[in-house]
Nanobody
Framework: QVQLVESGGGLVQAGGSLRLSCAAS????????MGWFRQAPGKERQFVAA????????YYADSVKGRFTISRDNAKNTLYLQMNDLKPEDTAVYYC????????????????????WGQGTQVTVSS
């Protein structure tokens, strides 16, 4: 069982930056693939970024490439999402998620592939 708690959301002007954190419980954080998803009002939850348990390879949605950076600190059991050059369309509730690490990277962008979810943190970008 993994418990995830996000923090770092808030209100920021367009062009600004925020760093989200996701603190994970348990001793096996390093063995989980981790992801960030977001859900805007009236829309479905969508993939933002993911990082693999082994090797740390990263994946990004096209809409955030070059602006967002996902990273992890296994010693601190923490996942991060550095968000730069924020846009009003980035406004959403951001969720971190975990799935047990596997050899295949398939499905890292699929919501249904993740086993554990945090409660979410609100990010609002004003124009």
């Amino acid at each position: 069982q993994v418990q995830l708690v996000e923090s770092g959301g808030g209100l920021v002007q367009a062009g600004g930056s925020l760093r989200l954190s996701c603190a994970a419980s348990g001793r096996t954080f390093s063995s989980y693939d981790m992801g960030w998803f977001r859900q805007a009002p009236g829309k479905e939850r969508q993939f933002v970024a993911a990082i693999r348990w082994f090797g740390g390879r990263t994946y990004y949605a096209d809409s955030v490439k070059g602006r967002f950076t996902i990273s992890r600190d296994n010693a601190k059991n923490t996942l991060y999402l550095q968000m730069n050059d924020l846009k009003p369309e980035d406004t959403a509730v951001y969720y971190c998620a975990a799935r047990r690490g596997r050899l295949s990277a398939g499905g890292t962008d699929a919501e249904t592939e993740y086993d554990y979810w945090g409660q979410g943190t609100q990010v609002t970008v004003s124009s």
